[in-house]
C-alpha cells in the first residue's frame, strides 16, 4: 500500500495530460492487488478447511461421523443453508432407493426426490455438477432447494454415493465451489470407504470369536458327557487362574489365552478309557501311567487349531512341578511356562475345597496352609505370593459365581427339554384326534 502512494505522489507531478492515465493505471493496479489478496486468503483458509478435514476424518470410525464433519465444514465455508449425503447400500442398488443420511436441515419428500435425481445424474456423469436452477432442472413440486452442488464419493474405482450442498446463500455456486466441494468428497469417500471395511472386520472377528467360542464349547461338553464332575471344576480353575494373573498384571490376549488353557487343561482325559477315568477307587501303576497320558493327549488334540495353539502351556504342562518332580516332562523353576504354574495353584485350591467321592471338600484355610507349605516344591513361591494377597472372600465369591452360572445354565435346559416335552405330548394328542 505504501508503494501505490508512492505512486499517486509521483504521478501528481506529472504533466496533466499524462497524471489521468497514470491514475487509472495505479486504481487497476490497485484492484488486482486487492482481488489476489482476497484469492490468496480464500486460498489459504481452503487449504486449512482441508488439511484440519483430513486430520479429523482419518480419525473417525464410522462414516456418518465422516459425513458429518465433512458437510458441516464445507457448509460453513462455502455458506449454504445446508447439505447432506446419499449412499449407496450395495452395486446394484438404483439411484432413487439410496439412503438420505447426515441432513444438516429437515427435508421434505419433495426435496429427497430433487436429490436422488440429482444423484442419478452425477452417478451417470461420474463427475461433480451444478444446478443454480433446481425448480428448471428437475420440475419437482414443493422443493424448498434452489440452488445445489453435487460431487460424487468415488473411491477404488466405485462410487458409493453422492455429497450434496443447497441454497448458497449469497447466490449461485461458481466453479472454485465445485473444486473444493469435489476434494472433500474425495476424503470423505476414502474416510467412508475405510470405515466400512474396519465394521466388515469387527464383524468377521465377532464371527471368528463365535466359532472359537463354539469350538471351545464343544471340546468342553465333550469331556464332561466322560467326567460329570468336570464342567464344574473346569470353570472355577478358570475364573481362579485368571484371578492370579491378573494379579500378575497380565491382560489383553495373554489373558484369553490363560482362559482358553483352564478351560481345556484336562481336554486329554477325552482319551483315557472309561475303565480308568470313571474309576471310584485308587489307580494301578499301570493306570496311573496311562492316567499320566492325558497332558500330553490334550497336547496332540488341539495342535492344528491356530486359535488354541496359544493355550498349549497349560494344556500340557499343569501337572509339571516347580521342584521337577511332575509329569509328562518333568520340567523344574522357571522352564514351566508361567501360565501353567499360575494354573498349579488354582487347580490345587479347588481340589482341596471341592467334595470328592471319596472326601468332603476342606475350608479355604486348609487350602492356604497346604499351598504356602508346597511353596519351592509343588508351587512356584512367586505365585503363591500372588495367591496369598487376593482376600479369602475373592475366592468364595468365584466359587458361588460359577456355582450361580451353572444353575442357571440347568434352569435354560430344563425348560427347554419340558418345551420340547410338551409339544411332543401335543402333537400326539393332534395326531390321536386325527384318528
Known amino acids: 500500500m505504501r508503494r501505490i502512494e508512492t505512486l499517486r505522489a509521483q504521478i501528481e507531478q506529472w504533466p496533466e495530460e499524462f497524471r489521468r492515465v497514470g491514475q487509472e493505471l495505479v486504481t487497476s493496479y490497485e484492484q488486482e492487488l486487492a482481488d489476489m489478496t482476497r484469492q490468496l486468503a480464500q486460498t489459504y483458509e481452503e487449504l486449512v478447511l482441508l488439511y484440519d478435514l483430513g486430520e479429523r476424518v482419518v480419525t473417525l470410525l464410522d462414516e456418518n461421523a465422516v459425513a458429518e464433519v465433512s458437510l458441516q465444514e464445507i ?22 432407493d439410496w439412503v438420505v443420511q447426515n441432513t444438516t436441515r429437515p427435508l421434505s419428500a419433495a426435496d429427497e426426490r430433487v436429490l436422488h435425481q440429482a444423484s442419478a445424474a452425477v452417478l451417470e456423469r461420474e463427475r ?9 432442472a428437475f420440475a419437482v413440486p414443493g422443493t424448498r432447494l434452489c440452488t445445489l452442488l453435487s460431487a460424487p464419493l468415488r473411491v477404488r474405482e466405485r462410487t458409493i454415493g453422492v455429497l450434496h450442498v443447497f441454497n448458497k446463500e449469497d447466490g449461485e455456486f461458481r466453479a472454485e465451489d465445485m473444486k473444493l466441494l469435489s476434494t472433500v468428497a474425495t476424503q470423505a469417500a476414502i474416510a467412508m470407504d475405510n470405515s466400512r471395511l474396519l465394521a466388515l472386520e469387527r464383524q468377521r472377528r465377532r464371527e471368528v470369536e463365535q466359532t472359537y467360542q463354539a469350538t471351545l464349547q464343544a471340546l468342553s461338553n465333550a469331556l464332561d458327557l466322560r467326567d460329570t464332575e468336570t464342567q464344574e471344576h473346569a470353570l472355577r480353575v478358570q475364573e481362579y487362574t485368571v484371578r492370579l494373573a491378573r494379579e500378575l498384571d497380565l491382560t489383553g490376549e495373554h489373558l484369553t489365552n490363560i482362559r482358553r488353557g483352564a478351560l481345556l487343561h484336562d481336554i486329554g482325559k477325552i482319551g483315557v478309557p472309561d475303565r480308568i477315568l470313571l474309576k471310584p477307587g485308587k489307580l494301578t501303576p499301570e493306570e496311573w501311567k496311562i492316567m499320566t497320558l492325558h497332558p500330553t493327549l490334550g497336547h496332540q488334540m488341539i495342535q492344528g487349531i491356530e486359535f488354541l495353539e496359544k493355550a498349549d502351556p497349560i494344556v500340557l504342562y499343569h501337572h509339571e512341578r516347580y521342584d521337577g518332580q511332575g509329569y509328562p516332562h518333568g520340567l523344574a523353576g522357571e522352564d514351566i511356562p508361567i501360565d501353567a504354574r499360575l494354573f498349579a495353584v488354582a487347580d490345587a485350591l479347588d481340589a482341596i475345597t471341592s467334595e470328592r467321592p471319596y472326601r468332603q471338600g476342606q475350608p479355604y484355610a486348609v487350602a492356604r496352609a497346604e499351598i504356602e507349605k508346597n511353596a519351592h516344591t509343588q508351587f512356584d513361591p512367586l505365585v503363591v505370593d500372588l495367591f496369598l494377597r487376593v482376600p479369602p472372600e475373592e475366592w468364595e465369591d468365584i466359587r458361588h459365581r460359577v456355582a450361580q452360572a451353572l444353575k442357571t445354565a440347568s434352569n435354560r435346559e430344563d425348560e427347554f427339554v419340558r418345551l420340547v416335552q410338551q409339544i411332543r405330548a401335543e402333537r400326539t394328542r393332534l395326531e390321536g384326534n386325527k384318528g
Do not use: S, W
Request: proline share 6%.
Open 128 to 136: 461433480p455438477r451444478i444446478v443454480n436452477n433446481v425448480a428448471e
Open 75 to 96: 457448509g460453513d465455508l462455502l455458506a449454504v443453508e445446508g447439505g447432506c449425503v446419499c449412499l449407496r447400500r450395495d452395486a446394484g442398488q438404483r439411484p432413487e
